[in-house]
Structures are given as C-alpha cells and as structure tokens.
C-alpha cells in the first residue's frame, strides 16, 4: 500500500482527458437530489439512527451566505449587501435552525467537527458570533478543543489581529483564509482588491492567538494571471508557511453564474497557459515540502490531514477533505446540505424560502436523496478512491456481501483504458492511481459513477431542460 501521496503533471494526459465532471463533495452528487425527498424522510432518517443506538460524533456546518463585495470569479450561494440589518435576521432564523437541529439530535449532539462556509462568515460582527456559538454550545455538546476540529472561512479584509484573537476565545481553531492571487492587476480584474501585508497581519495574528492549522485558498486560471503573476504569488504563499493550501481550477462558466459576465473573455489566460501554471505550483509546492492530498489540496507532511491520509483515515464530504472518519453532518443555513444515516438533504436556496419554512415550524428541507444500496456501495469505493488514491478489492467485496468483479464489470471494462494510459494499476486485487493519475481522480472516479452513466445515455434523446447539470473541468 502506498504511504507517502505524492502526484506527477503529465500534460499530454491531461489535455486528452480533461472534460466536464463531478468534484464528488458526495455521492450520488447533489444535481441528483429530488423534492420528493423532504421534512418527513428527513426525521424517518433521523427515527433510523436513534434506533441504532449509540452516540456518534457529529459535524456541524453553518452557511453564512453574506458578502460586502462582489468577487467577479465567485460561484458560491452569496447575498452581496451593506445592509447589516439582513445578517441580524438570518442570524435569529439560523439560531432556530439549530436549536430545532439539537433537540431532534438530543443524546447524539457530540460535535467533534464545526465549519462555518459562505459567503464570508466574519460577515457576522464579533458580538453575534460570540452569540450564535454560545447558542449552539447550549444545544450540542462540544468535544474539548485539543479533540475537536472547529474551522472558519475568512476574508482577510474583513478582521484584524483583535478580531483573530475573538474567533480563538470563542472556540475556532482553524482557519482558512481567502487569498486567490496577490497581483494588484489580477486582483483588480476579479475586485477583489487584498494587499499583501493585510493578509500576512491576519495570518500572524491567527498563529499568535493559538489557531491550530492555517490554510490558504488560492485560484490559477483567473483574467490577467500569467506564469509571471503566479510565480510571484506562489513565491509569497510559500513564504507565508501555512499549513494547508487549496488550489483551484477557475471555472469560467458565466451562463450559471452572473457574476462572472463582468470578466473578459480576452482577460482568461489560454487553456495550455492554464495547465503550465498548474505545472508550476505543483512543482513549486512539492519542492516546498507540501504533499499533494487530492483533489486541489496540499498540505505539509506534519499537518492532520496528510497524517489522516498515512493512516486511511481520510474523509470527503461536502467542505472537501476531512480528518474525521465518517460521521453525520448536519448542516444549518440557506442551501446547506446535511448528509443523515443514509440519506442526503438540502435546505431552500432562497432567504424566503428558508425562512418561510423556519416560520412554519419545520426544518427548511428542500430537497434531498434517500441512498440505496448501490449508491451506498459506489459512495464507498469513490470515496477510498478519492481519499486514499487505492481501493481493496477484497474488502469491499467482503464489506458489502457482493462479487465486485461480476458487480463492477462493466466499470473494470472501462477502468482499461486509464490502465492504458498508465493512470491506475489493477493487480493483487488492488486498484491503485498512479501518481501521474491523482490529477485525473474525478475521470477515473467518474467510471463508477452509475447516475452520471444514466444521464449520459439520456441526454441525447431528453429536452434541455432536462440535461444534467453543467460541471467544471477535471482539470
């Protein structure tokens, strides 16, 4: 078994293979939900797992979907707005989310696992969230800091060195900070316009306050980068040291997302510039000591999810990777998703929405999947594969009571070609990805993906409305 992640560019490869696909935050994946799903599964799930017994650790995650500025690249479920008075309304319906959420988890509620997403959660003043996590510690039960992974998302521009050291008193221990690129004409093509020495105080003011790990989200691909531009800024990333780094693909999909019409299309580096930036931070990151952990994310050896990883204890849900094994999430906030014994559940993507269904006394579920017991089979053979870059046959099979060779044919006919391509090995009942296919996981992991199959078979003969949702780029 491999103990050491490690990943090689093979440009070639990429150019033949890189198309449309699924970033597998879950699986089956969320454009496969349905409103047949609803409130009632939702606590027939729950009915499920109280019956089972036992005190499970839960992940608790918290969508704050509130921006101060608009971020031309954006893709995320925001509400731009200088109109504090919205954020003090959601915060009073997100707090009767979670008190509902904490009286139906009553004897469960052990959080090992807090993130808060958005949208930018420091939107929120220090008071209301000194307020929104004294609620939630009222109706969970906290494991003791040095256990539990409690992670917040920030926009640098939005705190200062105070504030850092508010979010460690009231419980945050990780961080991940917001910085995509540091070049001034790049920053200005996206507007998000983020100095240097302003992200560098929050970073030193977060390792000061006694956070445990640090991350950086970066973005290659954006209007105006060149190798110029990301060399600079990946030499600056390198010098800030943190922990964890997050490199994104940009994808330029303006007819999903409206912000992005405000970028050029003549801005866009070309897609061989593209794949020559991604070459260099992969290089430049490992020769840094950062091991690739999968799937756009690096860290360092020492960190907990590179150690996760050594140990086959690595995770993916709906935040990206995870140090914790698999436990519920219960996710609180417009559009959040919460993953419950077996079954996957999605709240209204709309302010009115939520809270039209908050104000009628129900939990404000949308839509949702009940899996079955191939999803559930597929959801564990992509998820190894995503986490740990290799799959036992033989435990799968003895895991699940089924003959994977005969279950999986048709997918081991067309895991053939990726064999070809000497993307994955397929010996000793082992199915491994190479280094040189780890950039590829979303392709290979894609052959076991029977929904994606089914569409696809469909799509030609079914009106346009009924076309599978548009994915960006494995790579």
């Known amino acids: 078994m491999n103990t050491m992640p490690s990943v090689q560019f093979d440009g070639d490869i990429i150019g033949k293979l890189s198309m449309s696909g699924p970033r597998y935050t879950s699986y089956p994946t969320a454009d496969r939900f349905t409103p047949a799903f609803g409130y009632g599964d939702f606590l027939e799930a729950l009915a499920g797992l109280t019956l089972r017994g036992g005190r499970r650790p839960l992940s608790l995650y918290l969508h704050v979907p509130f921006c101060d500025r608009l971020c031309y690249y954006c893709a995320c479920n925001k509400i731009v707005t200088k109109d504090r008075s919205k954020a003090a309304t959601y915060l009073g319906y997100l707090k009767q989310e979670t008190a509902m959420q904490g009286k139906l988890f009553a004897g469960m509620n052990r959080v090992e696992q807090l993130h808060f997403g958005g949208g930018t959660p420091t939107y929120f003043s220090d008071r209301q969230m000194a ?39 009231q419980g945050f221990n990780r961080a991940s900070l917001g910085v995509q690129d540091f070049d001034p004409d790049v920053q200005k093509a996206v507007n998000r316009i983020q100095p240097y020495g302003e992200t560098m105080a929050v970073m030193n003011a977060a390792r000061d306050a006694g956070f445990r790990s640090i991350g950086v989200d970066l973005i290659y691909g954006l209007p105006k980068q060149s190798m110029q531009t990301m060399e600079a800024t990946l030499s600056k990333v390198i010098l800030a040291n943190p922990d964890r780094i997050a490199l994104y693909n940009y ?14 299309d003549d801005d866009l580096p070309a897609p061989a510039a593209r794949l020559d930036m991604l070459a260099l931070c992969i290089s430049r990151l490992a020769a840094a000591g950062y091991l690739y952990i999968g799937m756009d994310h690096f860290a360092k050896p020492e960190d907990d999810l590179a150690v996760a990883q050594r140990h086959g204890r690595l995770h993916r849900n709906f935040q990206g990777y995870s140090t914790h094994a698999e436990m519920d999430l219960v996710a609180c906030g417009v559009s959040a998703i919460s993953a419950v014994n077996g079954t996957y559940s999605q709240n209204e993507k709309t302010l009115d929405g939520y809270y039209a269904r908050l104000d009628a006394g129900k939990l404000p579920i949308a839509r949702g999947h009940r899996l079955d017991s191939d999803d559930l089979l597929r959801r564990l053979v992509i998820g190894r594969l995503m986490c740990n870059f290799e799959l036992s046959v033989a435990s799968v099979a003895q895991g699940m009571a089924v003959p994977f060779r005969e279950y999986f044919a048709p997918e081991l006919r067309e895991l053939q070609g990726f064999v070809a391509d000497g993307l994955v090995t397929f010996e000793d009942d082992w199915i491994s990805v190479t280094p040189k296919g780890r950039l590829l996981i979303r392709n290979i992991c894609m052959v076991f993906d029977r929904h994606l199959r089914q569409a696809r078979l469909q799509a030609p003969a079914a009106p346009a409305a009924m076309q599978p949702l548009r994915y960006s780029r494995t790579i």
Not at 148 to 165: A, H, K, L, N, W
Not at 251 to 264: D, E, N, T, V, W
Request: proline share 9%; charged share 30%.
């Open 131 to 169: 307020e929104l996590m004294a609620h939630l510690r009222r109706h969970f039960e906290f494991a003791p800091d040095h256990e539990g992974e409690y992670s917040i998302e920030i926009d640098p521009r939005t705190v200062d060195p105070q504030r850092m050291r508010s979010l460690r008193s």
């Open 251 to 264: 994808a330029h999909m303006p007819h999903l997302f409206k912000p992005q019409r405000r970028i050029a």
